[in-house]
């Protein structure tokens, strides 16, 4: 059974850093085939869309309240997606939740309703 398990969430100041890492297991589950990427709840609000990267690696999407602060990466033999957060703000303190299909990106952007894989979420508190 496929699986996607987060690590790294954490407490932090306004402008330190944290990295987030996403690991996919299963049997069937070969991250060169999906688009994964992660998305985020703060108390009281909506699931919104963080940051993706198609399975090639080489297309890569963020939300705009993170553009320059944040960078998605993945490593296709470890099976792991990994969001390195800088200059982090109070207003990024959320549950992180790494999620993964075979869809186009801009779909999963989206359609979160659609995807199939998420993982448990990791809490990320900034304080100011």
């Known amino acids: 059974q496929e699986q996607l398990v987060e690590s790294g969430g954490g407490l932090v100041q306004a402008g330190g850093s944290l990295e987030l890492s996403c690991e996919a297991s299963?049997?069937?589950?070969?991250?060169?085939?999906?688009?994964m990427g992660w998305f985020r709840q703060a108390p009281g609000k909506e699931r919104e869309f963080v940051s993706a990267?198609?399975?090639?690696?080489?297309?890569?999407y963020y939300a705009d309240s993170v553009k320059g602060r944040f960078a998605i990466s993945r490593d296709s033999a470890k099976n792991t997606v990994y969001l390195q957060m800088n200059n982090l703000k109070p207003e990024d303190t959320a549950v992180y939740y790494c999620?993964?299909?075979?869809?186009?990106?801009?779909?999963?952007?989206?359609?979160?309703?659609?995807?199939?894989?998420w993982g448990q979420g990791t809490q990320v508190t900034v304080s100011s």
């Open positions: 999620a993964s299909d075979m869809m186009e990106p801009q779909f999963f952007i989206t359609h979160m309703g659609s995807i199939t894989y």
């Open positions: 990267i198609k399975w090639s690696g080489t297309d890569k």
């Open positions: 299963g049997g069937a589950f070969n991250i060169a085939r999906y688009v």
